[in-house]
Structures are given as structure tokens and as C-alpha cells.
């Protein structure tokens, strides 16, 4: 019998047997990197049998991990109904518990640390609405961790967890009102402050033509003064003092107009005027 030499371990044997394409799949499942020949001598054979078996633990453990994931995903819903139900009823520490239970759910699915979740992660999962959710989620927790100086650190973190976030929904608008109208009585008014701050430089926000031009066709409008300030404002000191000026007060202004709606028509006006100049 004629001895041939196996063209994975390079030892003589006498006979050599076909790869299957099944064998080679489940060994590319266990070891990505392994290339295998195209026959084998029956040792080699054996070994990569045993290997393919680990390939199919590792597929099953995969299919049970997914599974998993997609129940927990499902299960979220329950949780934020029984936190919302709870807010409602102002039982915020029992609200507190489900809320947080489902930022952790989150980071489970994502495979995350605590506190790592990130806007990027949710591209393929309903981004806008999900996000739009967490923000509210945050929100809701900003306010009930305001009520107990020992939530401080909670109420930090969580405050900046609503900066990545609520950028990125259509309710960032009404987030910056909220938090410079409950800075008024919240016990960290700063962090209410900030918070408003934060999120009107994320979106670049001029605030008060916002406030006033408030329905879609007056959009254009917002954007001429947005488009002054970045191709002008922003590129001279005196600008960019004016910004930061601006940026202070108008939440303040907005608020009084918001409590006074009948000073937006006055206002329009005048910024209708002004925006003559810009175009």
C-alpha cells in the first residue's frame, strides 16, 4: 500500500480522507482561523471531529445567548409601564427600582458596563423611538434622585447620560424648558442649570427664534438665524461673547414669554425684521 504524507500534521499514512464541507464549516465556527486541507489522515480527522463538536457548542450557546437577549428586549415594556404607573402614583421609589432595572436590562442586551450605554448602540432598533424613551427615562430618574441628597452622584451621572441622549430625539426642545422651569425648585438647581445649557450647545439651539416660530412653514426662519451665527457670530471674539451671553439669559426670556404667550406676536415680528437683514 502506498504511504502518503497528511498536509496537516505532515506524517505518513496510508490513507487520506476527504473534508467535508459540514466538517469545514464547524471548524470554522470554532476556530476562525484554522484553514484545513482538503483531506486528512485519520487522526487528523478524529481531532477535527472533536473540535467540529466544540463548534456546535459554541452555535448553541450562541442561539441560547440571542434568545435571551430577545426575551429581555420584550421584557423592558412591562417595566417601563409599572415605572410610569408608579410615577403617576408618586411611589418614585418603587418607580426609581423599575426604571433602573430597565437601563440595566438595556446594558445586558448590549452586553455593556453599568452606565455604558450610548446613543450608537441603538442603529438598528427602533433608534429614534427607543432613544426617545431613554431620555425620559433619564429624565424621570433626574428629578426623583433631586429629591435626596444622597442620590447626588446618581443625579450627575444620569444628568449627563440625558446630554448624550436627548440630542439625539425630538423631545430635546421640551427637555431644555423643563429643566429651566424645575431648576426654580429643584434642591440642585445647578445641575438643572447646566443641564439646560448643555443641551442648547449640543443642538446649537437659537432658542428664543424657536420659542416664537413655533409652526412648520416659520421654520425657515430659525435656520437664517442659525446660519448668521455660525457663518458670522462664531468667527469674531465679540461674537462668541454675545453667544455666551445669549445662551445665559434666553432661557430665562423664553420662560417669561412661555408664561406670557401674548409677547411672542411682538417678538416675531421684530425677528422677522431682523432676519431681512441676513439674507
Known amino acids: 500500500m ?40 485519520a487522526n487528523c480527522m478524529s481531532e477535527m471531529n472533536e473540535l467540529a463538536g466544540q463548534g456546535s457548542s459554541v452555535l448553541i450557546n450562541e442561539k ?52 455604558g450605554l450610548k446613543p450608537e448602540l441603538f442603529k438598528e432598533r427602533l433608534a429614534t423611538k427607543e432613544l426617545t424613551i431613554i431620555a425620559s427615562v433619564y429624565w424621570d430618574l433626574l428629578r426623583v434622585y433631586d429629591t435626596n441628597e444622597k442620590y447626588r452622584a446618581r443625579m450627575l451621572t444620569t444628568a449627563q447620560k440625558l446630554i448624550q441622549f436627548a440630542p439625539y430625539t425630538p423631545i430635546v426642545i421640551d427637555l431644555v424648558k423643563k429643566a429651566d422651569s424645575y431648576r426654580g425648585k429643584a434642591r440642585n438647581p445647578e445641575i438643572f442649570k447646566n443641564l439646560s445649557r448643555e443641551l442648547m450647545y449640543k443642538k446649537n439651539f437659537c432658542f428664543i427664534a424657536t420659542c416664537v416660530f413655533e409652526q412648520q412653514n416659520e ?34 426670556i423664553v420662560k417669561i414669554m412661555e408664561k406670557f404667550p401674548l409677547m411672542k406676536k411682538p417678538v416675531r415680528f421684530i425677528l422677522k425684521a431682523l432676519s431681512q437683514v441676513f439674507t
Not at 12 to 38: D, E, F, G
Not at 81 to 89: D, E, S
Open 2 to 41: 502506498t504511504e502518503m504524507t497528511c498536509p496537516h500534521c505532515q506524517m505518513a499514512t496510508n490513507a487520506l480522507t476527504p473534508v467535508s464541507s459540514v466538517l469545514r464549516q464547524k471548524i470554522k465556527i470554532a476556530h476562525s482561523t484554522m484553514v484545513l486541507p482538503n483531506s486528512l489522515c
Open 64 to 115: 441560547t445567548k440571542e434568545d435571551s437577549r430577545a426575551k429581555l428586549w420584550r421584557s423592558r415594556v412591562s417595566l417601563l409601564k409599572k415605572a410610569r404607573n408608579l410615577m403617576n402614583r408618586k411611589s418614585y421609589g418603587e418607580a426609581i427600582i423599575n426604571y433602573e432595572k430597565y437601563l440595566r436590562l438595556l446594558e445586558t442586551v448590549f452586553e455593556v458596563k453599568e452606565a
Open 219 to 252: 421654520w425657515h426662519y430659525i435656520e437664517k438665524f442659525r446660519l448668521f451665527r455660525d457663518r458670522y457670530l462664531l468667527k469674531t471674539p465679540w461674537g462668541r461673547s454675545f453667544i455666551s451671553v445669549y445662551y445665559r439669559f434666553s432661557p430665562s
